[in-house]
Protein backbone atom coordinates (compact mmCIF):
# COMPACT_ATOMS: atom_id res chain seq x y z
CA UNK A 1 0.00 0.00 0.00
CA UNK A 2 2.91 2.44 1.00
CA UNK A 3 4.42 1.19 -2.13
CA UNK A 4 1.55 2.24 -4.05
CA UNK A 5 1.17 5.63 -2.33
CA UNK A 6 4.64 6.74 -2.99
CA UNK A 7 4.55 5.52 -6.40
CA UNK A 8 2.10 7.61 -7.25
CA UNK A 9 3.53 10.52 -5.68
CA UNK A 10 6.47 10.13 -7.94
CA UNK A 11 4.29 10.15 -10.63
CA UNK A 12 2.20 13.36 -9.99
CA UNK A 13 5.57 15.02 -9.28
CA UNK A 14 7.27 13.91 -12.79
CA UNK A 15 3.57 14.99 -14.41
CA UNK A 16 3.81 18.33 -12.63
CA UNK A 17 7.83 18.73 -13.96
CA UNK A 18 6.97 17.57 -17.56
CA UNK A 19 4.01 20.09 -17.57
CA UNK A 20 6.33 22.68 -16.32
CA UNK A 21 9.00 22.14 -18.98
CA UNK A 22 6.50 21.95 -21.78
CA UNK A 23 5.28 25.35 -20.34
CA UNK A 24 8.63 26.88 -20.06
CA UNK A 25 9.72 25.53 -23.20
CA UNK A 26 6.38 26.59 -25.67
CA UNK A 27 7.22 30.29 -23.24
CA UNK A 28 11.10 30.31 -24.65
CA UNK A 29 9.45 29.87 -28.16
CA UNK A 30 6.97 31.83 -28.17
CA UNK A 31 9.48 35.26 -26.77
CA UNK A 32 11.97 33.92 -29.62
CA UNK A 33 9.40 33.78 -31.93
CA UNK A 34 8.41 37.62 -30.99
CA UNK A 35 12.03 39.00 -30.89
CA UNK A 36 12.53 37.50 -34.34
CA UNK A 37 9.85 39.45 -35.80
CA UNK A 38 10.61 42.08 -34.24
CA UNK A 39 14.41 42.22 -35.22
CA UNK A 40 12.60 41.76 -38.76
CA UNK A 41 10.80 45.08 -38.08
CA UNK A 42 13.84 46.79 -36.85
CA UNK A 43 15.96 45.80 -39.44
CA UNK A 44 13.12 47.31 -41.69
CA UNK A 45 13.19 50.44 -40.76
CA UNK A 46 16.99 50.32 -40.48
CA UNK A 47 16.43 49.59 -44.27
CA UNK A 48 14.50 52.50 -44.93
CA UNK A 49 16.43 54.98 -42.80
CA UNK A 50 19.44 53.87 -44.72
CA UNK A 51 18.22 54.07 -48.21
CA UNK A 52 17.06 57.78 -47.60
CA UNK A 53 20.66 58.79 -46.59
CA UNK A 54 22.48 56.19 -48.69
CA UNK A 55 20.31 55.10 -51.80
CA UNK A 56 22.00 51.54 -52.67
CA UNK A 57 23.94 50.66 -50.07
CA UNK A 58 24.32 47.61 -48.19
CA UNK A 59 24.38 46.50 -44.61
CA UNK A 60 24.68 44.22 -42.13
CA UNK A 61 24.61 43.31 -38.20
CA UNK A 62 27.81 43.54 -36.47
CA UNK A 63 26.55 42.81 -33.03
CA UNK A 64 23.42 43.30 -30.71
CA UNK A 65 22.62 43.03 -27.11
CA UNK A 66 19.84 39.93 -26.15
CA UNK A 67 16.42 41.26 -26.28
CA UNK A 68 17.93 43.70 -28.27
CA UNK A 69 14.64 44.19 -30.55
CA UNK A 70 12.03 44.36 -27.61
CA UNK A 71 14.23 46.16 -24.44
CA UNK A 72 16.55 48.59 -26.88
CA UNK A 73 19.86 49.10 -26.62
CA UNK A 74 22.71 49.75 -28.44
CA UNK A 75 23.73 47.92 -31.58
CA UNK A 76 26.13 48.02 -34.35
CA UNK A 77 25.77 47.87 -38.49
CA UNK A 78 28.49 47.69 -40.80
CA UNK A 79 27.24 50.03 -44.11
CA UNK A 80 28.79 49.75 -47.75
CA UNK A 81 28.03 52.35 -49.45
CA UNK A 82 27.69 52.42 -52.98
CA UNK A 83 31.53 54.53 -53.32
CA UNK A 84 32.11 50.98 -51.77
CA UNK A 85 32.73 53.14 -48.80
CA UNK A 86 32.79 51.10 -45.11
CA UNK A 87 31.51 52.59 -42.25
CA UNK A 88 29.92 51.45 -38.82
CA UNK A 89 26.73 53.05 -37.81
CA UNK A 90 25.23 52.37 -33.76
CA UNK A 91 21.67 51.81 -33.71
CA UNK A 92 20.34 53.23 -30.49
CA UNK A 93 16.84 52.26 -29.80
CA UNK A 94 14.77 52.84 -27.07
CA UNK A 95 12.24 50.22 -25.04
CA UNK A 96 9.47 52.49 -26.87
CA UNK A 97 10.21 52.10 -30.11
CA UNK A 98 12.33 55.35 -31.34
CA UNK A 99 15.35 54.83 -33.05
CA UNK A 100 18.52 56.75 -33.88
CA UNK A 101 21.41 55.82 -35.82
CA UNK A 102 24.71 57.18 -35.35
CA UNK A 103 28.11 57.29 -37.49
CA UNK A 104 30.79 55.68 -35.06
CA UNK A 105 34.34 56.49 -36.23
CA UNK A 106 35.03 53.05 -34.54
CA UNK A 107 36.94 49.61 -35.67
CA UNK A 108 35.06 46.21 -36.64
CA UNK A 109 34.05 45.04 -32.79
CA UNK A 110 35.02 41.25 -32.43
CA UNK A 111 32.23 38.48 -33.39
CA UNK A 112 29.92 37.28 -36.01
CA UNK A 113 26.91 39.41 -37.73
CA UNK A 114 24.63 37.83 -35.15
CA UNK A 115 26.70 38.28 -31.81
CA UNK A 116 24.55 39.06 -29.02
CA UNK A 117 26.78 41.28 -27.55
CA UNK A 118 26.86 45.24 -26.67
CA UNK A 119 29.10 47.44 -27.95
CA UNK A 120 31.72 48.33 -25.88
CA UNK A 121 31.75 51.80 -24.70
CA UNK A 122 33.42 54.08 -22.26
CA UNK A 123 31.34 55.14 -18.94
CA UNK A 124 30.92 58.50 -20.95
CA UNK A 125 30.88 58.26 -24.03
CA UNK A 126 31.99 60.93 -26.42
CA UNK A 127 29.33 63.16 -28.30
CA UNK A 128 28.80 60.78 -32.02
CA UNK A 129 27.77 62.86 -34.90
CA UNK A 130 24.33 62.69 -36.54
CA UNK A 131 24.52 60.75 -39.81
CA UNK A 132 23.92 63.76 -42.95
CA UNK A 133 23.83 65.94 -40.12
CA UNK A 134 25.44 68.42 -43.30
CA UNK A 135 22.16 68.95 -44.43
CA UNK A 136 21.74 72.63 -44.45
CA UNK A 137 17.74 73.65 -44.53
CA UNK A 138 17.31 76.93 -46.31
CA UNK A 139 13.47 76.70 -46.45
CA UNK A 140 10.13 75.01 -44.66
CA UNK A 141 11.10 72.39 -47.20
CA UNK A 142 14.67 71.38 -46.76
CA UNK A 143 13.67 71.96 -42.80
CA UNK A 144 11.08 69.20 -42.94
CA UNK A 145 13.90 67.39 -44.41
CA UNK A 146 16.26 67.90 -41.76
CA UNK A 147 13.95 67.34 -38.93
CA UNK A 148 12.83 64.13 -40.01
CA UNK A 149 16.36 62.42 -40.81
CA UNK A 150 18.83 64.29 -38.03
CA UNK A 151 16.55 66.06 -35.59
CA UNK A 152 13.81 64.38 -34.41
CA UNK A 153 14.49 60.30 -33.47
CA UNK A 154 18.23 61.51 -31.99
CA UNK A 155 15.76 64.18 -29.96
CA UNK A 156 13.02 61.61 -28.80
CA UNK A 157 16.15 58.84 -27.82
CA UNK A 158 18.13 62.10 -25.70
CA UNK A 159 14.38 62.45 -24.04
CA UNK A 160 13.71 58.82 -23.06
CA UNK A 161 17.26 59.19 -21.51
CA UNK A 162 17.25 61.97 -19.81
CA UNK A 163 13.38 61.71 -18.51
CA UNK A 164 14.35 57.90 -16.72
CA UNK A 165 16.86 60.33 -15.21
CA UNK A 166 14.31 62.33 -13.80
CA UNK A 167 15.18 65.16 -15.97
CA UNK A 168 12.10 67.23 -17.85
CA UNK A 169 13.73 69.70 -20.11
CA UNK A 170 16.90 70.17 -22.73
CA UNK A 171 18.16 72.76 -24.81
CA UNK A 172 19.43 72.98 -27.93
CA UNK A 173 21.87 76.32 -29.12
CA UNK A 174 22.37 77.57 -32.83
CA UNK A 175 25.68 75.39 -32.90
CA UNK A 176 23.55 71.90 -32.16
CA UNK A 177 24.86 71.89 -28.69
CA UNK A 178 22.32 69.56 -26.81
CA UNK A 179 22.32 70.39 -23.00
CA UNK A 180 20.59 70.13 -19.79
CA UNK A 181 21.53 73.22 -16.87
CA UNK A 182 21.00 72.62 -13.24
CA UNK A 183 21.98 74.97 -10.53
CA UNK A 184 24.16 76.64 -12.72
CA UNK A 185 25.57 74.22 -14.23
CA UNK A 186 25.93 73.09 -17.82
CA UNK A 187 25.88 69.52 -18.91
CA UNK A 188 26.15 68.61 -22.82
CA UNK A 189 24.38 65.68 -23.90
CA UNK A 190 24.46 65.48 -27.70
CA UNK A 191 25.44 67.50 -30.67
CA UNK A 192 23.37 67.80 -34.19
CA UNK A 193 25.69 70.54 -35.67
CA UNK A 194 24.31 73.94 -36.72
CA UNK A 195 20.91 74.50 -36.27
CA UNK A 196 18.79 75.82 -39.29
CA UNK A 197 19.24 80.02 -39.33
CA UNK A 198 17.27 81.24 -36.34
CA UNK A 199 14.22 82.32 -39.25
CA UNK A 200 13.54 79.11 -39.57
CA UNK A 201 12.85 78.21 -35.98
CA UNK A 202 9.33 78.77 -35.52
CA UNK A 203 8.80 75.96 -38.30
CA UNK A 204 11.01 73.57 -35.84
CA UNK A 205 8.83 74.59 -33.39
CA UNK A 206 5.78 73.61 -34.69
CA UNK A 207 7.20 70.30 -35.74
CA UNK A 208 7.92 69.56 -31.90
CA UNK A 209 4.48 70.70 -30.90
CA UNK A 210 2.72 68.29 -33.05
CA UNK A 211 5.17 65.53 -31.81
CA UNK A 212 3.58 66.16 -28.43
CA UNK A 213 6.68 68.40 -27.15
CA UNK A 214 6.36 72.02 -25.69
CA UNK A 215 9.49 74.08 -27.38
CA UNK A 216 10.15 77.65 -27.03
CA UNK A 217 12.61 79.65 -28.49
CA UNK A 218 14.89 81.56 -26.26
CA UNK A 219 17.80 83.67 -27.22
CA UNK A 220 19.58 81.33 -29.48
CA UNK A 221 18.52 78.51 -28.17
CA UNK A 222 15.10 76.14 -28.00
CA UNK A 223 13.94 75.10 -24.94
CA UNK A 224 12.03 71.72 -25.11
CA UNK A 225 9.89 69.92 -22.28
CA UNK A 226 8.08 67.39 -22.04
CA UNK A 227 6.91 67.30 -18.48
Known amino acids: MLYTIVASSLLTSACILLFFIAMQ ?16 SVASVISERLYELQPKSKWRWVCYPAGFSVNGGI ?29 AGAVELTGTSTQAD ?65 NGNIRTVYDFGELPRIELWDYIIEKLSEDGLFAEAQSRKIFISWA
Open 25 to 40: KRKYMKNKKHEEKALG
Open 75 to 103: ARIEVLCPDNLKMYVDVCLSAKGYMALHE
Open 118 to 182: SPEAEEEPAIMPAIRKSIKPHDEDSVGAWYNIVFINALITIIGDLNAKGEACVYVNANGETYVEA
